[in-house]
């Protein structure tokens, strides 16, 4: 029973920061490709970024230097940290793991300008 469960979405300014967590279980970060989603209003869901069981990580051109995806594996726990944020990155952030193809619920970022 794989879950995998985000937190740490808010309410910030432009040119804030958040830090989001994915919390996995039923499922290893250290041995999946673990990403991060988005879908912002009226828009499509995109890749934001995404990190491999080696390490390797991609991004999207749009928070490239901006945003940095990493994973505790102790914790079984993937993180997003967003800094600089546009009103642009305003969306729900979804956390995918490959192996199953799972997502989870999603949490709400909201940036004002």
């Known amino acids: 029973q794989v879950q995998l469960v985000e937190s740490g979405g808010g309410l910030v300014q432009a040119g804030g920061s958040l830090r989001l967590s994915c919390a996995a279980s039923?499922?290893?970060?250290?041995?999946?490709?673990m990403a991060w989603h988005r879908q912002g209003p009226g828009k499509e869901r995109e890749l934001v970024a995404a990190i491999t069981s080696v390490g390797s990580t991609n991004y999207a051109d749009s928070v490239k230097g901006r945003f940095t995806i990493s994973r505790d594996n102790a914790k079984n726990t993937v993180y997003l940290q967003m800094n600089s944020l546009k009103p642009g990155d305003t969306a729900v952030y979804y956390c995918?793991?490959?192996?199953?193809?799972?997502w989870g619920q999603g949490t709400q970022v909201t940036v004002s300008s």
């Open positions: 995918h793991s490959l192996r199953g193809d799972h």
């Open positions: 039923g499922t290893l970060v250290s041995a999946n490709i």
